[in-house]
């Protein structure tokens, strides 16, 4: 298992930038992949971003050029540093973690707010 912590969510105004950050409870490199996913009111959570164990990343299209995950694996954290935020980011961020044979893991999620 796994336990995921994120932050650095908040309030942003249009073109403004936030970076979250995931800490796991274990080592990163042990994870198969890991991600950011957000979810809008009323609806499923949807894919951001993925860093796989081996460093390969996989940014959705319309979040390419904006949004960038990066891992550290000295503090076992994954970043998602997102620039130009638009209102349309407005959502609760969620960090997730894939382990081989064992499952799917969530964070508690991370609020971001853009509004002018």
């Known amino acids: 298992q796994v336990q995921l912590v994120e932050s650095g969510g908040g309030s942003v105004q249009p073109g403004g930038s936030l970076k979250l950050s995931c800490v796991a409870s274990?080592?990163?490199?042990?994870?198969?992949?890991m991600g950011w996913y957000r979810q809008d009111p009323g609806k499923s959570r949807e894919l951001v971003a993925l860093i796989h164990s081996s460093g390969m990343s996989n940014i959705v299209d319309s979040y390419k050029g904006r949004f960038t995950i990066s891992r550290d694996g000295a503090k076992n954290t994954v970043n998602l540093q997102m620039n130009s935020l638009k209102p349309e980011d407005t959502a609760r961020y969620y960090c997730n973690a894939l382990i081989p044979r064992e499952g799917s893991f969530w964070g508690q999620g991370t609020q971001v707010t853009v509004s002018s």
């Open positions: 274990r080592n990163i490199f042990s994870l198969n992949v």
